[in-house]
Each structure stands twice: as structure tokens, then as C-alpha cells.
């Protein structure tokens, strides 16, 4: 849905209608010798009601520069780490975007769900099992 847009209601009951067009774009890695960052861009990133969609673009644009949205993550020996971005077991159309903080165990090949909030709120969980779903893998 992200990608393509369309509207609807998610798992929570929360309604929604986006333009799309909010495209994983890239996926740049860093590391040291205790942890991998990933940061991964996005062309956009739409607000589940159109009006206030209009705002945020907006605003991001003046506050940014622009409106593609810039999310990283990093994993240790600890676990994955959503310092900032994590979904606060939120779904895709919750109103407000989500900045938490998790550690979740990781290991090779867990997965990683990037748009569980409309603002690319990330974690392991599918907080949207009811909605379409786009798979990359690297």
C-alpha cells in the first residue's frame, strides 16, 4: 500500500487513503567492528489522511529540504535496534508517526517490517498482516 497507494481501514480499524509512490529507494550499510547501521531511503512518506499528507510534505520540505524520508537501524550482538524509529506496536494508519525504542533479538534472515506506520516505523513484527506486502531482500 505504501508504494502504490489506495485507501482503506488497517488492522487496528484506523482508516487510510495515501498517494503512494513512497518507494524503498536505497539501502546504504556502515560498519565497525561492534555493529552494522542501515539507512534506508524512501521517495516518500504519506500521512494516512490526505489533508494533513499535504501539511507534512510541506513542512518536511521546509524543515528538511525535502520529502524523501531517511530511516536507519542498526544491529549488535545485542539485537536489532530501532533507536528512534520503532512502531510502538502501532499499525499503519495510527495519526501520529511513531519514534520509539526497541532492541530485538536478531539473527541472520530475521525480518524486518519498514512501513508497520505510515512514517516507515520499523520492527521484526508484522503489525499489518491484513494489508499487501512488498519483500526485499538483500
Known amino acids: ?13 484506523n482508516d487510510y487513503d495515501i498517494d503512494g509512490g513512497n518507494d524503498f529507494s536505497s539501502l546504504s550499510t556502515s560498519y565497525t567492528s561492534t555493529k552494522v547501521t542501515y539507512t534506508l531511503t524512501f521517495d516518500d512518506e504519506d500521512h494516512p489522511d490526505e489533508w494533513w499528507d499535504d501539511f507534512w510534505d510541506n513542512w518536511r520540505s521546509v ?3 525535502r520529502t524523501t524520508d531517511i530511516e536507519s537501524f542498526y544491529v549488535t550482538s545485542a539485537g536489532i535496534n530501532f ?14 508517526g511513531q519514534h ?7 539473527s541472520s534472515g530475521s525480518p524486518v517490517y519498514i512501513s508497520n506506520v505510515w512514517n516507515h516505523a520499523m520492527d521484526t513484527t508484522n503489525e499489518n498482516s491484513g494489508m499487501s506486502m512488498t519483500t526485499w531482500t538483500t
Open 100 to 106: 520509539g525504542n526497541k532492541v530485538r533479538s536478531y
Open 1 to 13: 500500500m505504501d508504494r502504490t497507494g489506495g485507501s482503506g481501514t488497517d488492522s487496528s480499524s
Open 83 to 96: 533507536n528512534g524509529i520503532w512502531d510502538n506496536d502501532k499499525t499503519f494508519a495510527e495519526f501520529y
Open 63 to 65: 524543515q528538511y529540504g
